[in-house]
């Protein structure tokens, strides 16, 4: 027996089912095409913070979900076997002049307040190793919040959790059973 059937095998529907599946639901996920074959295929700055201005709902839940992605992908690598690509790695953002400097400070002051000691703004001297941005300012933003994924490695590590904690993974036509949540993009 089925209680939750998602269509769409992308970020969304494979996420779908292993929040349920981890909740002890039956899940099946039903994709026509391949994994991962639409939009969730591709690379994209997805894990990157906003800036810590203007604070707002929006802001403050995507900070709320990247604070806890290491811990999710973490789960989902545990239970597929497979690793996510996932890695809270930070990054670095060149500053053009004095007038970005001192706006990448403001917001240092914001992600100090707002980032909850969880991660940091800084604004860094540039030491002009081979492996940084170019900077013109000779100043850097590093912020230790964003992080990468392999949207490929991410998208079979999920399919095989769903799989691992008891649910079906179909490619082509299937049978909607039980609650049906459309995730396709569609």
Known sequence: MVDVTIRGAGIFGLSIAWACASRGAQVRVIETVAIGAGSSGGVV?????????????????QLESLLMAGDWWAAVEAASGLSSGYGRLGRLQPLT??????????R???AAALWQ?????QVV???GAAWEPAS?????????L???ISPRLALAALAEAVQAKGGNVVIGEGEDQGQVIHATGL
């Open 97 to 106: 002049d004095a007038h970005a400097v001192e706006v990448a400070r403001q």
């Open 45 to 61: 700055g997805a894990l990157a913070p906003h800036v810590p201005e203007a604070w707002n709902a929006k802001k403050a839940f």
């Open 136 to 144: 013109p300012s000779g100043w850097l933003v590093r912020d230790t």
């Open 146 to 148: 964003s992080a990468r």
């Open 117 to 121: 000691g969880q991660a940091e703004w």
């Open 125 to 127: 001297p540039a030491t």
């Open 108 to 110: 240092g002051e914001g």
